[in-house]
């Protein structure tokens, strides 16, 4: 009987190295995968002169709109933009005569030059840098995706006639529309009278390969569709507006 005794003890005593091993074999990984994951919090100790260099060729290279949306996907991005006072106020403040923005005093900094910037940047295009006229219509500002930036309607067209050009089909109807009617459609009027062409005969049918297409009145909701993503919207004569369903 006792050498039973002793086997026994034997066996438990192997199968608590067997349990300790195994322990120590599933822990090991853990603790590589969580130093890993502790890296993406150190971006905000970078020094300020490192995050000055970084932002400002990501302001001047891409845009406002761009520094804008990494702020939005990034919390230590948004963090070092919008802090108080941030390293990229050097390069930011030149942008408040730009955008109009009155950048706050040095002595009270309630607000961030990014937070003050954020507010005005919308109303401004940042191809052009025009202002959005008073009474425009919806969609004449609008961030085009590819590049996140700020751009006016006209300056969308020239992106759509580039993009046509390259071999983009978008489907509408080719007819005259009044120089009123351009005007009322939100398309600034330098840009109508130098990169439209207008004829003296109203309605009438015709193909023009130009930068932009001319439409009646019964197709300016189709323009804008195809420029601003609206399908509302519809201009009658005189500048009013009416919405459709």
Not at 205 to 220: A, E, F, N, Q, T
Request: aromatic fraction near 6%.
């Amino acid at each position: 009987m006792p050498p039973k005794k002793a086997a026994s003890a034997d066996s438990a005593a192997s199968a608590a190295k067997g349990k300790a091993k195994a322990k120590a074999t599933t822990t090991a990984p853990k603790s590589r995968t969580s130093k890993s994951k502790k890296t993406p919090a150190n971006l905000p100790q970078l020094p300020s002169n490192v995050w000055a260099i970084v932002l400002q060729h990501v302001t001047r290279q891409f845009g406002l709109g761009q520094l804008f949306t990494c702020a939005t996907v990034c919390k230590a991005w948004h963090a070092v933009i919008y802090s108080n006072p941030s390293p990229l106020d050097h390069a930011l403040l030149p942008l408040c005569a730009t955008y109009h923005a009155k950048p706050p005093a040095a002595r009270t900094k309630s607000k961030s030059i990014a937070s003050v910037l954020l507010a005005q940047y919308p109303k401004f295009c940042e191809v052009c840098h025009e202002k959005a006229p008073p009474n425009h219509p919806a969609g004449y500002m609008k961030r085009w995706p590819a590049t996140n930036q700020m751009m006016c309607l006209a300056c969308r067209v020239k992106k759509l006639s580039a993009a046509r050009h390259k071999g983009t089909p978008i489907k509408h109807s080719h007819a005259d529309m009044p120089r009123s009617e351009v005007v009322a459609l939100g398309i600034p009027k330098k840009y109508a009278e130098t990169k439209m062409k207008f004829k003296r005969k109203a309605n009438t049918s015709w193909i023009h390969r130009g930068p932009m297409y001319l439409y009646k009145i019964s197709d300016v909701s189709r323009v804008l569709y195809a420029l601003t993503g609206k399908t509302e919207t519809v201009y009658t004569h005189g500048g009013a507006m009416s919405t459709e369903e």
